[in-house]
Nanobody, 113 residues
Framework: QVQLVESGGGLVQPGGSLRLSCAAS????????MAWYRQAPGKQRELVAT???????NYADSVKGRFTISRDNAKNTVYLQMNGLKPEDTAVYYC???????WGQGTQVTVSS
């Protein structure tokens, strides 16, 4: 399995921005799609964004136009740029590589004034 380590979470005011990072181990990072999920308290885990090995992206309707997923294959890292954050974006955010069903430990994002 691939080891995934997220970072970049924190407390931010509504309307603010955060950039999450997910560093992956292994030499085959560049050939696999990656994704970000999130799970809010008392809710099911939901898909936020995906990116294919060649950079095609897809987003949940709730984050379209506000979040951007990207990847740097040279650094084995996938990013989630989050702008215009809302209180309902509060959740633990997880990075995953669907092909290997590998998951990170999660990073907390809290949007509150």
């Amino acid at each position: 399995q691939v080891q995934l380590v997220e970072s970049g979470g924190g407390l931010v005011q509504p309307g603010g921005s955060l950039r999450l990072s997910c560093a992956a181990s292994g030499r085959l990072f560049s050939i696999y799609a990656m994704a970000w999920y999130r799970q809010a308290p008392g809710k099911q885990r939901e898909l936020v964004a995906t990116i294919t090995n060649n950079g095609y992206t897809n987003y949940a309707d709730s984050v379209k136009g506000r979040f951007t997923i990207s990847r740097d294959n040279a650094k084995n890292t996938v990013y989630l740029q989050m702008n215009g954050l809302k209180p309902e974006d509060t959740a633990v955010y997880y990075c995953t590589q669907p092909m290997s069903d590998s998951w990170g430990q999660g990073t907390q994002v809290t949007v509150s004034s």
